[in-house]
């Protein structure tokens, strides 16, 4: 079956491509609406790379967490504050070199990291952990990873009563 | 209670007050006095006349009067009928919304209606006509413009049926087509 | 009979296989798949619209379009007609490039869910393990898609009606999921056909009392994230015309009505999935059973909308998350309780009674709670 | 009682109204029935009463048509939507029909007042209202040709009103005719008298006839 | 150098109450699904909330009142039918008693009697019709009107074959009735007014205990008592607010006095009151015209001395004077005030439409509450534009 092998990297090539496009669009289109929308469709690209490296269940949460909550909170508020969606939001500021470096430095740190990796896909043969299905991530975070779990579930609840009372103080009904 | 026991109630609670009887209505002599008046009957123990019908401008040419059907909604035999004479040239009368609400609309329609002036009303403008109409079209000099102008089509439809048109007419229209100044004689041209 | 469908995609594949090398298959494979779902979709969604127009049509004492075709059955095809021939108005300073994708990223996850649902025995497009949370998150993307039409149309009503779907999608996900954790407890995957086997023999979850009330809550959301009635807050006629898609005519409108109707049917479809018992019945073939179960539900469905008067926006709010939520973790314990207490017999009478007990005082206190909601009694006087 | 039962009795409303919808007859007005007409294929019984524009009615020949232009059903029209002109003889003097006889069909309301008031039952309101047209000046301006119909027609639309009328003609004619014979006869015996008192005054005449002629013949 | 690099971004000016959300100023306009006809609501929102709203009418305006002023007196009945276009009967009849009044006109009995079948009869007509609209406003998708309509068409068909036309009668004379009523005339009033009680309580069950039509009327666009007095509101809006004034009963004009029958009231004067104030008025008006169909009897349906009315409308000329007359229309207080020079025109023709006041309180009792209620309140008061822009 080399011919798939060959059609399905050719794919996976190209949804790569298109991420790196949405993302290059996300930073530099200046409406913000659309900036926003670039970024969704990277997210769901990297959704689509996760589900092609057949870890379908992080693909998923990708989706649901990232497109369908973060996202749309993103885009309700570019249109909740009326005046944000409309004109141009250039960004202004001249820190075009101090980026610059940073990108290099971050190059550099993960550069060898990718290349050890080889091209994709991985060969089941060589040191690839075994594929997790979606029973024993259910059982592992209920047994070894129970206590940070129960920590961000009380976090994540401190974090939506905080947000409440800030919305509240506004308007008190 | 007839007509002049309810003129004699009015005048021994409210001194300074004119009052004629017009065919089975009163006529209030002054204007000014006309929310005491209607104040009174409303607060008033005996008539209660708490509920304000209608208001209507009638012209009669040589003054505009102003007609209000009162009525009370706890005795329900008591009614009385008020009139407000004013003259033509600036029709001033004191308006009711403060006593009664129900009278904003019917003002403001009388305004539009008749050109009455209704001082106090909290809101008076045209309520029927659009904004900048202009003239008062219930009074009775009102002329309606362009009722006589006729357009290129209408004379060419005559003309098809053997009726023949005015030369004027015709001039009229090649004018009105040519998107002159259409001649109405005295309002000006009405923008939007 | 049953398999029918299975064998011709069978044969197709093997007489790829005599003509092309054998990878080329399971191209054909794939490709007979989408080929079946992408006529399937519209097919489906064209006469769910003369569907739903002959059923509302007999509730009201009258006929329903009977004019086009025998009973009305070309009145589909008019209408698409129609909507092909009708002008595409874009309004002058929207934004064009939203204006134009928004119906796109609107039906393309409606049509998406189709690979998940089990249409028949063995007859799942793509037989994902994950299937569940597939379902939920190609669902979650739609609101995108409302928010660039409300967006795009630059229209004030299409704003208002898009912010109100939008947090009407959200708040009506989160009960939508949390009532279908009882049937992953119970089954233990998230699978589709999973589900569906477990369900075998008349162990339909609908009779279990958490599995009643989970199918109900989840029905309830359905339709909520499909901006069905009661629910059509989105595109209330009455008040914000026709809400996000205000704007749009033609083809684009189009899709808008398709993306509706087929979530209507997914959402159905899902529904027989996981508490209707899928595709399990005893004589007929198993697809045949599965249409019905759904097109039973679009019925209900129907039904709301030809008696329902819509709710208001924070009456929405406040059942999302005051009583369905509340609702449906309650349901989780019921389930707990149910399973713990059946031994392996599906129709022990304990595990039973004591979760319909539970439920059912749940539902009685929830309704004290949210007493501001509940009907008043009203006294009128006959006076002289 | 519990929150659901208003809507789940509601909706077994309409249950009931979809079942019924299958058992009742069509028509029949019950509740649940359907209520539809297929209206080009079938249509509902027309009433007697019903009015829509008006026509002009004529006996026997289309020439001899009751309406007498009197103008008086244009004078009382509402909106004004009748334009009669009298059809004169070559002397130019007014006929007693109308040459023209216009109805404007797009500004009539079909009140049925120029029914009411015409005093010769010549114009009276039809039934026909499938008279849609693309030109609002010319197709709907109906003239005197379009507006004639017969009194058959009449009779055919409203059995009643027809026969009501036709007796009320009879009688009038009949009281007409007996009164034309009574000023006949009337005319004769005047006649009669006279030619008897011309007969006397003759005869006295004769004897004394001179003086008389010239009293008569030098007036002031 | 830092100064350039430092970020230009504008702090965004959040008022003191935080976020200062934008008020949206929203035309509900002339043409817009639910305004019952063109008219026209300039509503500012915050968010959903009604800040201000601003009531704009005139888009149907024909200046009834100078037409009237241009024809003789019989010849405006006709154009009262389209005053408020559901029931034509009873503006009918307002206007006749109102000219009968200035004519002293004596009217026979059988003529009062039918008057009174006809105006109950529109009366069931118009709320069983404005039930329907209201319940559609709230989204019921025109089941309830589908079901109301079927019941109209029944006595649409009766108005049909007695006047002529069925919803522009033009039916009543000054003196009477313009024809008399048959006898299979008055079976088929008599069928539908015993079919009607059966339709009512289907109507009831569909929609008066639904949870959510009580959610969305109840305690909404509250009309307290004392303002719908202030603002001369009348009609099921007044009654619903607890002020029991009814012109049947007050002015006991024409036959009613003949007639036992109650007058329903409401609590609280919000929608719901309306509404299911409106169906028990219905009930009423049924036992009205079940004692009206025993009493009548045979006799003449017009006025036999009447002074040169019928016959030559023409040169009917009533004596100088004024006359108001007032009828209890299903909108409200429906008045016509003529005043009579002597000559064939009125001199001066005033209608006192209820519509039109009525809404002087649709501002009041929407500030607060959400755009879906104020369409929702808007529907309850029940306008037709022809009423309000004469």
């Known amino acids: ?160 009563i905080g947000a409440i009372v800030i919305a509240r103080q506004d308007r008190p009904s | 209670m007839t007509l ?175 998107g002159g100044e259409s001649e109405q004689p005295e309002s000006e041209q009405t923008e939007g | 009979m049953d398999q029918m469908f299975v064998n011709i995609k069978a044969a197709l594949v093997g007489l790829s296989d005599k003509v092309f090398p054998d990878w080329v298959g399971v191209l054909v494979s794939i490709a007979v798949s989408i080929v079946a779902i992408a006529l399937l979709g519209p097919l489906i969604m064209m006469y769910l619209t ?80 994950v299937g569940i949370l597939f379902f939920a998150a190609i669902s979650s993307i739609g609101t995108i898609g ?239 | 009682m519990f929150f659901g039962l208003g809507i789940l009795r509601g909706m077994n409303i309409t249950l009931m109204n979809f079942i019924r919808s299958y058992t009742r007859k069509r028509g029949s007005g019950e509740i649940g029935a359907l209520t539809t007409v297929q209206y080009p294929e079938e249509r509902l019984p027309e009433k007697e009463k019903f009015r829509n524009f008006p026509f002009l009615i004529y006996d026997d020949k289309p020439e001899d048509l009751r309406c007498v232009a009197c103008d008086i059903c244009a004078q009382d029209c509402p909106p004004r939507c009748i334009y009669i002109v009298k059809e004169t003889d070559e002397a130019g003097k007014p006929m007693k029909k109308p040459a023209v006889f216009d109805i404007d069909f797009t500004v009539c309301m079909n009140c049925g007042i120029c029914e009411e008031v015409c005093p010769f039952d010549a114009i009276f309101m039809d039934h026909e209202f499938e008279i849609a047209d693309s030109d609002r000046h010319d197709k709907l301006l109906y003239h005197r040709d379009d507006l004639l119909k017969t009194n058959e027609h009449f009779h055919k639309i409203r059995p009643n009103d027809g026969r009501e009328v036709d007796t009320r003609l009879a009688e009038a004619k009949e009281a007409k005719a007996k009164k034309d014979e009574a000023r006949k006869k009337a005319a004769e015996a005047k006649a009669a008298a006279k030619a008897k008192a011309e007969a006397e005054k003759a005869t006295e005449a004769k004897e004394d006839k001179p003086p008389e002629t010239e009293k008569e013949s030098d007036p002031q | 150098m830092f100064e350039k690099m430092r970020v230009k971004t504008k702090v965004i000016d959040s008022g003191k109450s935080g976020l200062d959300t934008q008020t949206l100023e929203v035309n509900v306009g002339p043409q817009h699904p639910s305004t019952h006809g063109v008219f026209r609501m300039t509503i500012v929102l915050d968010g959903e909330v009604v800040k201000s709203l601003r009531p704009v009418m005139g888009y149907l305006h024909r200046n009834h009142e100078q037409i009237a002023e241009n024809i003789t007196y019989s010849a405006s009945m006709p154009y009262t039918d389209r005053l408020d276009y559901f029931n034509s009967m009873s503006n009918n009849q307002a206007w006749a008693m109102t000219v009968e009044q200035l004519a002293e006109v004596e009217i026979p009995d059988r003529a009062e009697y039918i008057r009174v079948i006809m105006s109950e009869l529109t009366r069931l007509v118009n709320h069983v019709s404005v039930i329907g609209f209201l319940l559609n406003d709230m989204g019921a998708f025109f089941t309830p009107t589908l079901f109301a309509f079927r019941e109209r068409e029944k006595v649409l068909d009766v108005f049909e074959a007695v006047s002529g036309s069925r919803m522009m009668c033009n039916y009543l004379r000054f003196g009477g009735v313009n024809r008399d009523l048959t006898d299979d005339q008055l079976g088929q009033i008599k069928k539908i007014v015993a079919d009607f009680p059966a339709f009512l309580d289907e109507f009831e069950t569909l929609l008066a205990q639904n949870e959510i039509v009580c959610m969305r009327c109840q305690n ?99 004596p100088v004077g004024e006359a108001y007359g007032r009828v209890e229309a299903p909108k409200g207080e429906l008045g016509f005030y003529v005043v009579s020079d002597g000559s064939k025109e009125p001199w001066r023709y005033h209608v006192r439409a209820p519509s039109f006041i009525n809404l002087t309180v649709l501002e009041a009792m929407c500030i607060g509450y959400k755009l879906a209620d104020a369409i929702v309140i808007l529907g309850s008061i029940d306008i037709v534009l022809g009423e309000v822009d004469r």
């Open chain 1, 1 to 160: 079956m080399p011919q798939l092998e060959f059609l399905i990297k050719c794919g996976v090539y190209g949804l790569m491509g298109l991420g790196i496009i949405a993302a290059v669009g996300a930073v530099l289109l200046p409406n913000l609406f659309h900036a926003g929308l670039a970024l969704a469709f990277v997210l769901v690209t990297i959704a689509g790379i996760f589900m092609s490296v057949g870890a379908e269940f992080l693909g998923m949460v990708q989706i649901l967490l990232y497109v369908g909550g973060v996202m749309t909170l993103i885009i309700y508020t570019i249109m909740l504050t009326g005046r944000l969606g409309a004109k141009d939001v250039r960004a202004q500021n001249r820190q075009g070199i101090f980026a610059a470096i940073a990108a290099g430095f971050f190059v550099c740190w993960i550069g060898p990291l990718i290349l050890k990796t080889g091209a994709w896909p991985q060969r089941e043969s060589d040191s690839a952990p075994p594929l997790l299905s979606v029973e024993d991530l259910g059982m592992s975070l209920m047994t070894e990873y129970v206590f940070p779990f129960e920590v961000l579930g009380v976090l994540l609840f401190a974090v939506l």
């Open chain 2, 4 to 178: 002049d026991e309810v003129k004699r109630h009015i005048e021994k609670h409210l001194p300074g007050v004119a009052l004629k009887p017009v065919r089975e209505s009163l006529l209030v002599e002054n204007p000014l006095d006309l929310p005491r008046v209607v104040e009174f009957l409303k607060a008033d123990g005996v008539l209660q006349l708490n509920y304000l019908s209608s208001v209507t401008g009638v012209d009669y040419l040589t003054f505009l009067e102003c007609v209000y059907h009162l009525y009370s909604m706890e005795n329900k035999t008591y009614s009385l009928q008020l009139r407000v004479r004013v003259d033509r040239e600036n029709p001033h009368v004191p308006s009711l919304v403060p006593i009664f609400r129900g009278a904003e609309f019917q003002e403001r329609e009388a305004y539009d209606m008749y050109g009455f002036q209704f001082d106090g009303h909290p809101d008076l403008r045209r309520i029927l006509m659009w904004d900048g109409y202009v003239g008062y079209p219930m009074r009775k000099d009102y002329k309606q413009e362009d009722s006589e102008v006729l357009d290129r089509d209408d004379i060419e439809w005559l003309q098809k049926h053997g009726v023949s048109v005015a030369e004027e007419h015709i001039k009229m229209a090649e004018s009105l087509q040519t």
């Open chain 3, 50 to 129: 003369l569907i739903e127009r002959k059923v509302v049509a007999r509730m009201q004492n009258r006929i329903g379009p009977n004019r086009v075709g025998k009973y009305g059955l070309l009145q589909p095809l008019a209408d698409g007609v129609k909507m092909l021939i009708k002008e595409d108005i874009v309004p002058r300073n929207a934004d064009k490039v939203l204006h134009l994708l928004a119906p796109i990223l609107i039906v393309a996850p409606a049509l998406l869910v189709f690979a998940v649902l089990p249409f028949g025995r063995n007859m799942t497009a793509v037989d994902l393990n």
């Open chain 3, 146 to 384: 409302i928010f660039m039409a409300a967006w795009g149309s630059n229209n004030k009503f299409s704003v208002l009606g898009g912010m109100r779907s939008v947090a009407q999608m959200i708040s009506y996900e989160i009960p939508m999921v949390m009532s279908v954790v009882p049937v992953l407890l119970a089954v233990g995957s998230l699978s589709t056909n999973a589900i569906v086997e477990a369900q075998a023999d008349w162990h339909w979850f609908v009779f279990t009392p958490w599995g009643f009330l989970g199918c109900v809550i989840f029905f309830l959301c359905g339709v909520a994230e499909c901006n069905r009635s009661p629910f059509d807050l989105a595109e209330a006629e009455s008040e914000i015309i026709a809400g996000f898609h205000t704007e749009y005519s033609g083809m684009k409108f189009a899709l808008f009505y398709m993306a509706e109707f087929m979530s209507a049917f997914t959402i159905s479809g899902m529904t027989t999935t996981l508490f209707l018992g899928g595709w399990q019945g005893p004589l007929l073939p198993s697809w045949l059973w599965f249409f019905l179960k759904t097109y039973g539900l679009i019925f209900i469905m129907l039904w709301f909308r030809a008696t329902l008067p819509r709710l208001r926006v924070d009456q929405l709010m406040a059942l999302a998350w005051k009583f369905l939520l509340p609702l449906s973790l309650v349901n989780i314990v019921a389930t707990c309780i149910w399973h713990f207490l059946s031994d392996e017999a599906f129709f022990t009478p304990a595990a039973f009674l004591v979760p319909l007990a539970l439920l059912v005082f749940s539902y009685w206190g929830l309704m004290k709670l949210n007493q501001p909601y509940m009907p008043e009694k009203r006294v009128y006087p006959l006076v002289d």
């Open chain 5, 220 to 318: 909404v666009g509250v009309l307290p008592a004392e303002l719908a007095i202030n603002a001369s509101i009348t009609g099921p809006m007044l009654r619903a607010s607890g002020v029991n004034y009814d012109i049947r009963k007050v002015d006991q004009y024409s036959v009613y006095d003949r007639f036992e029958f109650k007058i329903p009231l409401g609590e609280k004067g919000d929608v719901y009151d309306r509404y299911y104030v409106r169906m028990l008025e219905m009930r009423e008006s049924l036992k009205i015209l079940n004692q009206a169909l025993e009493q009548i009897e045979p006799g003449p349906f017009m006025a036999p001395k009447v002074p040169a009315c019928l016959k030559n409308p023409r040169n009917f000329k009533p």
